[in-house]
């Protein structure tokens, strides 16, 4: 039985891939190599918000652009490509949900909310009624076959692994997703939109949240949840009065910048930091470094792709997108599961995501789930 590059028991010319096509290089390129190679490849561009919802300008579509650098790289393809319009789902799914997180004093991933609900759950539905074998993204992961099915890797370029923002990916899912650059680093890719001389080859890479362009989370917030956006205490964590704030969604756990307490910035000798937050009391509570520190944490919404476990397991989790591996121990529960520390982890936010790899090699994503704010 002979396979295509992408594990399917059939030639290219008669497997039809659906690439979600962003319009950035790395969606590009996936579109050009499968179509380099034969297959019967259609192009699917979101149209997921107007930037005016976020920013309360009306008519400021941000992303325009994307878009029409998409169907210009269709073009240069000769592959059909159709726009779909995803507002009111992203919306409900993604925007709102982090509006609802930050006045809940948590701090939500909406890339994780994305990529769960409206590309691998909603897009993945339309692949399939468009008669493809498969959903391809530009994603910097891996799918390896494994003796139980298909497995979810880091990215082979650790610079540009994207695994922590994947680990809600089910394993159904798995079985019909494909990520043809999990193998390449980030240089490759653009030396390979060059090659294929697609207009996006020195597109820079966004590093904003797609609906908060400009990094000001707390007006998008305002913008969707005025009333989350209200003035309190800012609190010692004996309950001293020490200063005040213009809203807890401007503060996550962890923060130090910014704070200026009786005149101190958090630069001096004596820095505090975010501690906690009391939506219910609108509280900002801080304190010293070593108070962040957290032996356990509990997680819910939990994502499990190695099947049944009982007891505690050995792993190597991430905290945080841009953290490196630690070694824990994870008990699953009936309601999500417990993450133990050898040390303390300092800076846990609640609403973040944990994210579970295998302790041997740190390349198999395991699972994972969000953090529990303390009560």
Aim: glycine share 10%.
């Amino acid at each position: 039985m002979s396979f295509n590059s992408l594990g399917l028991d059939r030639a290219p010319g008669d497997t039809r891939v659906v690439v979600a096509m962003s319009g950035g290089v790395d969606s590009s390129v996936t579109a050009a190599l499968l179509k380099e190679q034969g297959y019967d490849v259609v192009g699917v561009t979101l149209q997921l918000y107007d930037h005016g919802i976020a920013i309360g300008k009306s008519g400021a579509c941000c992303a325009g652009q994307d878009i029409q650098d998409a169907r210009q790289v269709a073009e240069r393809l000769s592959i059909p490509h159709y726009v779909l319009d995803y507002e009111s789902r992203f919306r409900a799914e993604v925007m709102d949900s982090f509006a609802d997180a930050y006045a809940r004093g948590e701090t939500p991933v909406p890339c994780i909310a994305c990529n769960r609900t409206v590309k691998f759950r909603d897009l993945l539905k339309t692949a399939r009624e468009l008669g493809a074998e498969a959903l391809a993204t530009g994603h910097y992961v891996r799918r390896v076959m494994g003796a139980a099915g298909p497995e979810l890797h880091r990215g082979a370029d650790p610079a540009r692994d994207q695994s922590y923002f994947l680990f809600g990916t089910t394993r159904e899912q798995l079985d019909f997703l494909r990520f043809p650059l999990g193998d390449l680093p980030k240089s490759e890719t653009r030396a390979l939109a060059s090659r294929f001389d697609l207009t996006v080859a020195d597109k820079p890479d966004s590093q904003d949240i797609c609906f908060v362009p400009n990094g000001n989370y707390a007006s998008v917030v305002q913008k969707l949840r005025p009333e989350a956006v209200e003035p309190g205490e800012i609190v010692d964590m004996a309950g001293n009065v020490v200063g005040r704030h213009e809203g807890i969604v401007r503060y996550t756990v962890g923060q130090r910048r910014g704070l200026a307490l009786g005149g101190r910035d958090g630069t001096d000798n004596d820095p505090l930091y975010v501690v906690r937050l009391e939506p219910e009391a609108r509280r900002v509570v801080v304190g010293p470094r070593a108070a962040l520190g957290r032996d356990a944490i509990a997680l819910y919404d939990v994502n499990w792709l190695d099947g049944l476990h009982t007891g505690s397991l050995p792993v190597q989790v991430r905290v945080r997108s841009s953290q490196a591996l630690r070694p824990a121990e994870i008990e699953l529960t009936g309601e999500g599961a417990v993450v133990r520390f050898p040390e303390p982890e300092i800076g846990v936010s609640p609403g973040q995501a944990c994210v579970v790899y295998d302790r041997s090699t740190g390349s198999r994503v395991l699972g994972g789930g969000f953090i529990r704010r303390l009560t």
